[in-house]
């Protein structure tokens, strides 16, 4: 499986983004998804995730309200929304496949056995 992550870029504070993860290789849709994000000097961090059928959602206490996870099957696509953008969600922001089914909540990186190679997003204040 690649995962492909596009969509970041620089965006002023209250700015919005929406970041695509294009799966080739292997349909994902069995798979529960997640996006992970990692700045400067900090650990890499779950940020949201989306069950395999879409019903369950996980979101990062910092990005609840702001951030919507979803998915497109058909496309083999995962996207993650983001709105209200702050300093603080500077980072390189990563995708993952969970290696079955079933996800952790909040997802751990060990959890995961596909990553894509990450998109920056820079805000601006």
């Known amino acids: 499986v690649q995962l492909q992550a596009s969509g970041g870029g620089e965006v002023q504070a209250g700015g919005s983004l929406r970041l695509s993860c294009a799966a080739s290789?292997?349909?994902?849709?069995?798979?529960?998804m997640a996006w992970f994000r990692q700045a400067p000097g900090k650990e890499r961090e779950a940020v949201a995730a989306i069950s395999w059928s879409g019903s369950r959602t996980y979101y990062a206490d910092s990005v609840n309200g702001r951030f919507t996870i979803s998915r497109e099957d058909a496309k083999n696509t995962v996207y993650l929304q983001m709105t209200t953008l702050k300093p603080e969600d500077t980072a390189v922001y990563y995708c993952?496949?969970?290696?079955?089914?079933?996800?952790?909540?909040?997802?751990?990186?060990?959890?995961?056995?596909?990553w894509g190679k990450g998109t920056l997003v820079t805000v601006s204040s």
């Open positions: 290789g292997r349909t994902v849709s069995n798979y529960a």
């Open positions: 993952a496949k969970s290696s079955g089914a079933t996800l952790t909540y909040p997802p751990l990186p060990r959890g995961m056995d596909y």
